[in-house]
């Protein structure tokens, strides 16, 4: 967001907490010196999800970027998700960005210019050392299928439609796994799987939100039309690593 308001976009930033998205959008706003709108959505609920889509439509008249980067993580192994978890994550992780997509196309065809951005993640490429990650690398690896096929379909209107396979960011989601870790495991195992997390890079660290920007920005402008149905990896060389980054103390 604040990448896009810096480059000139009209950002609308969305989420179930309006206290929260009002003071994100007056940081935004002072950081990028343009100034970013919020607006309330819950992406489990199919009809609230389509009524904010005609809302943000109607404010801009029209949305040309759409960044899909709402996800819920279930960090449970596969035999206690529970009915209800599958469908949430579902619904949040993959339903939420095919309909909004399907409701910001019409103004991209019409104009012959869109861009779709989704936030995926590398745990859908490979595996990962730590158990519970089979719900959330099944929905982001239906997002990267998603973005193929959609960028297929679309191309010819000069709409792209691309994936950030994304690494270990520190993001509130990841705060929350860690949260968890150490409410289940105690304070020294949290540590340790955030240290076997960076030395699983070739970075050997974690990468920071800002370091997503700049590819953020290319991908949402003109420099960026002739990438479409592309799985962009930003993981710090996670993927590219057979073993632990042996610089890194695990």
């Known amino acids: 967001s604040k990448a896009l308001a810096e480059a000139g976009a009209r950002v609308i930033i969305a989420s179930r907490d309006a206290d929260t998205l009002e003071k994100s959008a007056a940081e935004l706003s002072e950081m990028s010196g343009n100034e970013v709108l919020w607006d309330t959505v819950d992406l489990n609920d199919r009809a609230n999800v389509q009524e904010f889509a005609a809302r943000a439509i109607a404010t801009v008249h029209g949305v040309d970027i759409f960044v899909g980067n709402a996800a819920q993580d279930i960090n449970e192994r596969i035999e206690v998700i529970t009915d209800d978890g599958i469908d949430r994550s579902l619904e949040i992780n993959v339903v939420s960005n095919i309909v909004l ?7 991209m065809r019409s104009r012959k210019w869109g861009r779709v951005i989704i936030s995926g993640s590398v745990i859908s490429n490979f595996t990962s050392p730590h158990e519970g990650v089979g719900l959330y690398s099944s929905v982001k690896g239906a997002l990267n299928a998603f973005t193929r096929t959609a960028a297929a379909e679309t191309g010819h209107d000069g ?5 950030l396979v994304l690494g270990f960011f520190l993001t509130d989601l990841h705060e929350i796994v860690v949260k968890e870790i150490t409410r289940d495991h ?3 195992a949290a540590q340790q799987y955030l240290t076997e997390l960076g030395a699983m890079s070739a970075i050997g660290r974690a990468c920071d939100c800002s370091e997503v920007e700049g590819v953020t920005q290319l991908l949402a402008s003109d420099a960026g039309s002739a990438i479409t149905g592309s799985n962009l990896v930003i993981d710090g060389g996670m993927s590219i690593m057979l073993r632990p980054n042996p610089r890194v103390d695990a």
Do not use: A, K, M
């Not at 709409?159 to 994936?163: A, E, K, L, Y």
């Open 186 to 188: 105690g304070p020294e």
């Open 101 to 107: 997509t399907r409701h910001f196309l019409p103004h």
């Open 159 to 163: 709409i792209t439609v691309n994936s």
